[in-house]
């Protein structure tokens, strides 16, 4: 079975400081790995995806995040925040059985001016 | 192109009836998943199909159910609702695998008094 533990389900930073979400999880075979937001009432949006190759992963809206096998983590980071990364972000993970997501609990990212 | 399309965007049922969501995924897309998102439970994965089939399904009770048609539109029912029930409904549609970009519609808000 799979699982996602996101650590801090509320983090709050500067306008212009680091983001630095986390994300641990376990998975018994290579996990493709997913990170992705939701603004208030609103789907969730993709920011980025660990398939396999390159650890380091950019996606949009200058976010990125690094698989670390050793670490089970795929943390999501971003250098600079602004007023409008305000909003959930949700870590997940997939065996490739199909579309079967398991999430993680969710971070609620507020940005303070 | 237009986007997953998930009608109605709010709905309010009472116990012991029975609902019926429907998404219509983007167009050439023939994966159809659901999940529920709950304040408690986070976001759980309740089934996907993929051209008429269903391929996985989650850990929900039998009043769940869903199907897909031959247009990859997809419904998904719940008989006999529960309190519990009460949730944003999100259906996401992608091409076909687990490693694509999976599109998240806006929900359906199901409230059960």
């Known amino acids: 079975a799979q699982s996602v533990t996101q650590l801090g389900s509320h983090v709050s930073v500067s306008e212009g400081a680091l983001v630095l979400l986390r994300c641990n999880y376990s998975?018994?075979?290579?996990?493709?790995l997913f990170w992705y937001v939701q603004y208030p009432n609103q789907g969730l949006q993709l920011l980025l995806k660990?398939?396999?190759?390159?650890?380091l992963v950019k996606g949009i809206n200058g976010f990125e995040a690094e698989f670390k096998k050793s670490e089970t983590s795929f943390h999501l980071t971003k250098p600079s925040a602004h007023m409008s990364d305000a909003a959930e972000y949700f870590c997940?993970?997939?065996?490739?059985?199909?579309?079967?997501?398991?999430f993680g609990g969710g971070t609620r990212l507020m940005v303070k001016p | 192109k237009a986007g997953v399309t998930q009608t109605p965007r709010y709905l309010i049922k009472t116990r012991g009836q029975q609902v019926t969501l429907s998404c219509s995924p983007i167009?050439?897309?023939?994966?159809v998943s659901w999940y529920q998102q709950t304040p408690g439970q986070g976001l759980q994965f309740l089934f996907e199909?993929?051209?008429?089939?269903?391929?996985n399904k989650g850990n929900f009770p039998g009043r769940f159910s869903g199907r897909q048609f031959s247009n990859s539109r997809s419904e998904m029912n719940v008989s006999t609702l529960e309190l519990g029930d009460s949730a944003l409904y999100l259906c996401?549609?992608?091409?076909?695998?687990?490693?694509?970009?999976?599109?998240f519609g806006s929900g359906t808000q199901l409230s059960v008094l």
């Open positions: 996401a549609s992608s091409f076909s695998g687990a490693d694509e970009k999976l599109f």
């Open positions: 660990y398939t396999t190759g390159a650890t």
């Open positions: 199909y993929f051209s008429e089939t269903q391929r």
């Open positions: 997940a993970v997939s065996d490739n059985a199909g579309n079967m997501l398991t």
């Open positions: 167009s050439g897309h023939r994966s």
């Open positions: 998975s018994s075979v290579p996990p493709y």
